[in-house]
């Protein structure tokens, strides 16, 4: 039977063939059709804001099914029944959803009610985003906008999780001050593009324990008033025995941290790092860290730190640790660009423009300020090993103290450029005090200030150029009372047309140590012409009162003639060997090896003066253990030839002071050799003899009294 409808018929159709419906099956039938109406919806906030579902009908609503989809702007849903407990969202009327993932897996935030407009508080629906996943490996996607976060989101899920936000901020209100964003606590997670804006309130963006990725992200506007503030905090001290997590940092931008600007320079309130990593305590596990070309300016605090890496407890090596830093920017910090209190850092191919005086606000305390720190362990004090410093630009200024700086740590320090723009914005190059074991190898700095450089213990430095540029004073490479020193192979290129103060490849000042050894050897200094510059310029700078101990000072070599060394007359460096160092003095720059037998008779006068001739005024004492110098000279011929070359080794212990002139041949001039501020040692003596061929005289004129010739050798110059 049809029944009339708007102009058409309807006919109910079931098992028992055509017939009309009753009222029930009518009511069953458009209840049907309107629920399926209802599926679909504009907006995300349209469904949940929705009455007209329900699970079971009523005079404003329609039912729905158990298991039915529903559509809402982009997102899916399944209808959970009444009863259900792990259903991730609820209607206004009701109904409770399961958020369903796109076809590749993914949730969006938006799905579970996120707007992302910056007004509405989005935390719940974040968090529920990253609940739902579970125990499932997935993906959560932020579409682009701005999404107020007001507490703690914490990843608990035992999965692998990415999370992509390209074109999406997070941040929160200006009075949400200690916020963490992401506490991920067991999951392993992998962020690409997000933007976290702390608004001068949030005081961490991600917290994790775990193996972690963070890429094309930005970190900005962080804030502590309280502990430290962090973009990326991996907390990996805490790892179990095996356990070895993964974590890199690549192509993120990290800007504009600060704090609170009371109370101490350094203290914890108010720290600032744009990365903090915690290695793990125990030996036995192992965290893997890559920060590569990123992007770091403006971290600022009362402990104003880029990157930090600590090692926590008393493990004495760093196991299977590894931090590679590299190729990475880093500018505006008040304090340090990298701060390394652990094991196995390898920095390498960054840009280092740090320290900014526009943050007054924050002043550096004078003790830590460097580009790079290495240090013992933060706690327990271990001496750090394995630490690379590698083909850096450093272009540090203002109040800066080093561009590396090393204390109770060892550096493999080579390849570097460290550039100071001028004599006011200018830092030292490297600081390794405190037992700051370190080998420094194939750099080029320009430096200004009055000790650019300065070795402790064991320091190494080899095969370097140093550019030494104008100022007050120039003191050059100080190593205070250290030992076992090497500096060797070196280029010292002195561009300045003038200095007021003595410059000394090595200074040390104040000692007391006759156990510092040291080799100065093979190193060359340039300077430039002028009468006051070359005079200053010393291969040793020696004030105080002490005994400076076993110092080699061999194969050096100027382009000048001075006096080696500048000593106050209370340095004792009777203990320390001069040899074959060139134009010191000497006649001009031969550096050919000397040849052949020695022409001297009785080059040893230690015993005696056989063959010697010595005049009135001097005589052989044995309390000093050879010939005393009173005044006369001190003669012996020897077998020259019209044309050549000779080489005359002096060995000369001062009872007083050093002052002799030397002659070679009866034509010759006295050549003035060592000034009267010159110390016992070794000497080189260079003359290209014109005169008769045969026998003619070897003559030294003491000028101070109380001297002792313990050595005299002659050679010939192939």
Not at 10 to 26: A, E, F, M, V
Not at 244 to 273: E, H, L, M, P
Not at 665 to 685: L, N
Request: charged share 15%.
């Amino acid at each position: 039977m049809a029944i009339p409808h708007g102009g058409a018929t309807i006919l109910w159709r079931d098992g028992d063939g055509p017939h009309r419906p009753t009222k029930s099956q009518i009511r069953d039938y458009l209840n049907y059709f309107e629920s399926k109406e209802l599926q679909q919806f504009d907006t995300v906030e349209a469904l949940m804001s929705s009455q007209t579902m329900a699970y079971s009908p009523g005079e404003d609503s329609v039912a729905v099914q158990i298991g039915a989809t529903i559509h809402a702007g982009g997102s899916n849903y399944k209808v959970a029944a009444a009863a259900a407990t792990d259903h991730h969202l609820t209607t206004a009327g009701g109904v409770k959803l399961y958020a369903l993932p796109d076809s590749s897996g993914t949730y969006s935030v938006k799905t579970f009610g996120a707007l992302g407009d910056g007004i509405a508080d989005d935390t719940n629906a974040v968090q529920s985003a990253f609940d739902a996943l579970g125990d499932t490996d997935g993906e959560i996607v932020f579409p682009k906008g701005e999404y107020l976060i007001l507490s703690v989101i914490t990843i608990t899920n035992n999965a692998r999780i990415i999370v992509r936000g390209y074109g999406a901020t997070i941040t929160t209100t200006p009075t949400n001050f200690g916020l963490v964003f992401f506490d991920t606590q067991t999951a392993v997670t992998a962020w690409f593009g997000l933007t976290w804006d702390g608004n001068n309130a949030g005081q961490r963006g991600i917290i994790t324990n775990k193996s972690v990725t963070l890429k094309h992200c930005v970190m900005t506007n962080l804030w502590t008033q309280t502990t430290f503030a962090a973009g990326v905090y991996l907390n990996y001290q805490s790892l179990i025995d095996s356990e070895k997590v993964v974590a890199i940092i690549s192509k993120s931008d990290f800007s504009n941290f600060s704090g609170i600007t009371t109370g101490t320079v350094g203290q914890a309130a108010g720290a600032t790092r744009a990365i903090y990593l915690r290695q793990p305590t125990l030996e036995t596990a192992t965290a893997i860290v890559g920060i590569t070309e990123n992007n770091f300016d403006g971290i600022y605090g009362r402990e104003g730190d880029i990157i930090q890496v600590s090692a926590t407890g008393v493990k004495a090596t760093g196991g299977a640790d590894r931090v590679t830093i590299s190729n990475n920017y880093f500018g505006g910090s008040n304090r340090r660009a990298i701060k390394v209190q652990g094991w196995n850092v390898s920095i390498d191919g960054n840009t280092f423009e740090t320290i900014d005086p526009s943050h007054s606000e924050y002043a550096n305390d004078g003790v830590g300020g460097a580009g790079i720190v290495v240090m013992s362990s933060e706690t327990g004090g271990i001496f750090t090993t394995g630490h690379v410093v590698s083909n850096n630009i450093f272009t540090n200024r203002n109040g800066i103290k080093a561009s590396v700086f090393t204390w109770n740590a060892y550096a493999d320090i080579r390849g570097n450029t460290h550039i100071s723009p001028d004599a006011t914005n200018h830092a030292n190059f490297i600081e390794n005090k405190n037992g700051g074991y370190s080998t420094v190898s194939d750099n080029v700095a320009d430096l200004y200030g009055s000790t650019p450089f300065i070795m402790s213990d064991g320091t190494v430095v080899r095969n370097n150029t140093f550019n030494m540029y104008g100022g007050v004073s120039m003191f050059g490479f100080g190593i205070g009372a250290a030992t076992d020193l090497h500096f060797v192979d070196n280029i010292i290129n002195i561009k300045a047309s003038a200095v007021s103060s003595f410059f000394g490849v090595l200074y040390m000042t104040g000692f007391a140590n006759p156990a510092v050894t040291a080799t100065i050897s093979g190193n060359t200094i340039n300077v430039p012409d002028g009468t006051d510059t070359r005079t200053r310029c010393k291969l040793a700078y020696l004030s105080g009162t002490g005994v400076l101990g076993n110092v080699l000072f061999s194969g050096n070599k100027a382009n000048y003639e001075a006096s080696p060394f500048y000593k106050s007359a209370n340095v004792d460096v009777t203990h320390s060997f001069f040899m074959n160092n060139s134009n010191w003095l000497g006649s001009d720059i031969k550096m050919e090896t000397a040849t052949g037998a020695n022409l001297i008779t009785n080059p040893r006068m230690v015993t005696d003066a056989i063959g010697w001739t010595v005049s009135a005024g001097s005589a052989y004492s044995a309390d000093y253990g050879g010939v005393v110098f009173q005044t006369g000279q001190l003669k012996q011929n020897i077998a020259v030839e019209n044309g050549k070359t000779y080489r005359i080794v002096v060995k000369v212990r001062s009872l007083g002071n050093v002052n002799f002139n030397v002659m070679l041949g009866t034509d010759g001039s006295r050549v003035p050799f060592v000034s009267r501020q010159a110390t016992s040692g070794t000497y080189d003596i260079y003359f290209d003899y014109t005169g008769a061929t045969g026998s003619t005289s070897l003559k030294f004129f003491p000028v101070a009294a109380n001297m002792v010739f313990e050595e005299v050798f002659a050679y010939e110059v192939v």
